[in-house]
């Protein structure tokens, strides 16, 4: 059974940091091109970064310099850490694994960047 499942979003004040934290369950996790996606109210879901198997990674222009995402492969956990939070990244987050044949959605985790 494929499982994706997200934590560490919360409320926090314009400036701040939060980590997020996607574990996955399977083995599809070392060979997936997993990723951070996000959907504010009455917007589209949008990639926020991703990262191969090797490492490599991407981000929205949006994030750039804010946000770094990193992933365990002997942990199956794929990281985000975002600091200097705006109140426009308020959103659901949500984690994604991605391979040839499959795209697999974690549930979501909401993050509120708001005084």
């Known amino acids: 059974q494929v499982l994706l499942v997200e934590s560490g979003g919360g409320l926090v004040q314009p400036g701040g940091s939060l980590r997020l934290s996607c574990v996955a369950s399977g083995s599809f996790f070392a060979n997936s091109r997993m990723g951070w996606y996000r959907q504010a109210p009455g917007k589209q879901r949008e990639l926020v970064a991703d990262i191969t198997s090797d490492h490599s990674t991407n981000y929205a222009d949006s994030v750039k310099g804010r946000f770094t995402i990193s992933r365990d492969n002997a942990k199956n956990t794929m990281y985000l850490q975002m600091n200097s939070l705006k109140p426009e990244d308020t959103a659901v987050y949500y984690c994604?694994?991605?391979?040839?044949?499959?795209?697999?959605w974690g549930q979501g985790t909401q993050v509120t960047v708001s005084s």
């Open positions: 994604n694994a991605k391979g040839i044949f499959y795209s697999y």
